[in-house]
T-cell receptor, first 110, second 114 residues
Framework: GQQLNQSPQSMFIQEGEDVSMNCTSS?????WLWYKQDPGEGPVLLIALYKAGELTSNGRLTAQFGITRKDSFLNISASIPSDVGIYFCAGPNTGNQFYFGTGTSLTVIP | EAQVTQNPRYLITVTGKKLTVTCSQN?????MSWYRQDPGLGLRQIYYSMNVEVTDKGDVPEGYKVSRKEKRNFPLILESPSPNQTSLYFC?????????????FGSGTRLTVV
């Protein structure tokens, strides 16, 4: 199946720091989505990207659709304790299957 | 409230005892899907459905069955559960046929097979 590799696998940061994570694919995606999963809950959609090169923000979150269409990036500015969770990239392949990345676990230290 | 409802939240069962995890959505979404989540592997798609009576295998369909007789319901059936199916399961639905608009997820079902 399709592999979406996320890095880093985990991050431990101080409150107030900025965070950067990325997601790479072995094949082209036409849509990139970023989700956050709080402990014990289902993932929640944060940002959707539909065009190569697109840069989209949602509050302190900014995501970019890589120009090669094989990668995407998520940045979180001025992290706060409630940013803790697992962040997933995701997207549909050229068929109808939908894939999630391996996840980046974020811990924010107050 | 727009939501995806899964039941049960927690389930412990024995090897070989058939079980069904129910999933229902109230948003009139076409696309529904089941995922399992295991540490370090992210979420892997088990089955998906693009509409009533249309179901397809995802990446890890072995040992699972699904049905889509009505638009709102998409149950996951384990005919003969085995310990390697111990996992956290999520049902999700999306507007549109390829989930490009993003999923709404249920709260998850934590299944333990002993």
């Amino acid at each position: 199946g399709q592999q979406l590799n996320q890095s880093p696998q985990s991050m431990f940061i101080q409150e107030g720091e900025d965070v950067s994570m990325n997601c790479t694919s072995s094949s082209i995606f036409n849509t990139w989505l970023w989700y956050k999963q709080d402990p014990g809950e289902g993932p929640v959609l944060l940002i959707a990207l539909y065009k190569a090169g697109e840069l989209t923000s949602n509050g302190r979150l900014t995501a970019q659709f890589g120009i090669t269409r094989k990668d995407s990036f998520l940045n979180i500015s001025a992290s706060i304790p409630s940013d803790v969770g697992i962040y997933f990239c995701a997207g549909p392949n050229t068929g109808n299957q939908f894939y999630f990345g391996t996840g980046t676990s974020l811990t924010v230290i107050p | 409230e727009a939501q995806v409802t899964q039941n049960p939240r927690y389930l412990i069962t024995v090897t070989g005892k058939k079980l069904t995890v129910t999933c229902s959505q109230n948003m009139n979404h076409e696309y529904m899907s089941w995922y399992r989540q295991d540490p370090g592997l992210g979420l892997r798609q088990i089955y998906y459905s693009m509409n009533v009576e249309v179901t397809d295998k995802g990446d890890v369909p072995e040992g699972y069955k699904v049905s889509r007789k009505e638009k709102r319901n998409f149950p996951l059936i384990l005919e003969s559960p085995s310990p390697n199916q111990t996992s956290l399961y999520f049902c999700a639905s999306s507007l549109g046929t390829r989930a490009s608009y993003g999923y709404t997820f249920g709260s998850g079902t934590r299944l333990t097979v002993v």
